[in-house]
């Protein structure tokens, strides 16, 4: 049923709890394929109090250091993830990251996104709000969203 799994990351402990679902689903369904994500957003930097704005190069070099510092990170992920006979793969992609997400599961054939919620609520929320919520909604992708540890009913 499930032969490619999508499993977008933002490099947090929490983002990771979803690993031994995605290691359970991967072995129990014989996924072909594990593709770890990142999505890198682009910079906004804000200008100083004289007006300062950096350069297209500075804003160049900020992003290229994010690229690096994630593509280092999934990288180091997937050496140590083993799913029987699924390859896992890594991806860092640009844009915006529910849409991104979307997106690239679209384009890749993904059969199932594995993502997990942070259980921002409130004033976080209502700011933020929630990159899997917007994921659940913009995909076609079936969507398996997993609660992060500390989880608290009703909040």
Same mark, same amino acid.
């Given at each position: 049923?499930?032969?490619?799994?999508?499993?977008?990351?933002?490099?947090? /402990?929490?983002?990771?709890?979803?690993?031994?679902?995605?290691?359970?689903?991967?072995?129990?369904?014989g996924?072909?394929?594990?593709?770890?994500?990142?999505?890198?957003?682009?910079?906004?930097? +804000?200008?100083? %109090?004289?007006?300062?704005?950096?350069? +297209?190069?500075?804003?160049? /070099?900020?992003?290229? %250091?994010?690229?690096?510092?994630?593509?280092?990170?999934?990288g =180091?992920?997937?050496?140590?993830?083993?799913?029987?006979?699924?390859?896992? =793969?890594?991806?860092?992609?640009?844009?915006?990251?529910?849409?991104?997400?979307?997106?690239?599961?679209?384009?890749? %054939?993904?059969?199932?996104?594995?993502?997990?919620?942070?259980?921002?609520?409130?004033?976080?929320?209502?700011?933020?709000?929630?990159?899997?919520?917007?994921?659940?909604?913009?995909?076609?992708?079936?969507?398996?969203?997993?609660?992060a +540890?500390?989880?608290?009913?009703?909040?």
């Open positions: 049923m499930y032969d490619r799994i999508l499993v977008p990351l933002d490099g947090s /402990q929490l983002a990771e709890c979803v690993l031994p679902h995605v290691e359970s689903i991967a072995k129990g369904c996924v072909a394929v594990v593709t770890l994500l990142r999505v890198v957003e682009s910079h906004n930097l +804000p200008t100083g %109090q004289g007006g300062w704005l950096p350069s +297209p190069e500075e804003v160049a /070099q900020v992003e290229a %250091q994010s690229e690096k510092e994630a593509k280092d990170y999934l =180091k992920l997937a050496r140590r993830l083993q799913y029987n006979s699924a390859k896992v =793969k890594t991806e860092v992609i640009k844009g915006r990251a529910a849409e991104a997400i979307a997106d690239y599961a679209t384009k890749s %054939q993904a059969d199932l996104i594995i993502v997990a919620t942070h259980g921002r609520s409130g004033v976080s929320r209502w700011v933020w709000g929630s990159v899997a919520e917007r994921i659940l909604r913009s995909s076609c992708v079936p969507v398996l969203m997993v609660r +540890p500390g989880c608290v009913p009703g909040v």
